[in-house]
């Protein structure tokens, strides 16, 4: 089986190149970089982030980043995409994997006594445009969707294709996944 891409193959290969940028900007919560990803105006980024909450343009991620930088610790995802898809000056990314991630102080910035271990297992979507927001044909991301995934033992009964242990984590049903070296 094939990881499922398709488009033009440097698009696919920038788009991917984006995306590990992305999560791996996750990791050390590299905000210098993560801001390169996306289109600079506030109207123009959306996201759903894994913490349950919008985020409205880059600066209000920046904002969101700048606190976890003060309260927590971010590791490497372990990160397999799915599929990859691009259509004339539009593409997207699904992928799912691990977020290691621990509070590490609390919110006036003191050391906690003993680490949180906020660990996610998460699936994602991105949206690319190319788009650089002022007028150029740059692929950026336009919006991010994450939300958790549940244990990989967890099937609900009317679901018949198992779960991610079974079929191998970024793998489906028709495709294997790849796993994204960060």
Not at 7 to 18: I, M, S
Not at 83 to 104: A, C, K, L, Q, T
Not at 131 to 157: L, Q, T, V, Y
Request: aromatic share 14%; hydrophobic share 30%.
């Amino acid at each position: 089986m094939q990881n499922q891409a398709t488009g033009q193959a440097e698009d696919v290969e920038q788009l991917l190149k984006l995306h590990r940028d992305w999560y791996f900007s996750n990791y050390n919560i590299n905000i210098p970089l993560m801001r390169t990803l996306y289109p600079p105006k506030p109207d123009q980024y959306l996201m759903f982030n894994l913490n349950g909450h919008p985020y409205f343009g880059v600066d209000e991620l920046d904002d969101l980043w700048s606190f976890y930088a003060r309260t927590d610790r971010w590791g490497k995802c372990e990160d397999y995409v799915m599929r990859v898809d691009v259509v004339g000056d539009m593409g997207y990314v699904v992928s799912e994997g691990i977020y290691p991630s621990w509070v590490i102080k609390d919110e006036d910035g003191n050391l906690l006594d003993e680490e949180i271990d906020v660990t996610f297992r998460y699936r994602s979507t991105e949206i690319y445009k190319r788009d650089d927001g002022e007028g150029g044909k740059e692929w950026k991301m336009w919006h991010f969707h994450c939300s958790e995934r549940p244990e990989d033992d967890a099937i609900p009964d009317a679901k018949t294709s198992g779960s991610s242990a079974e079929r191998g984590l970024g793998n489906t049903p028709y495709s294997q996944g790849t796993y994204v070296e960060l």
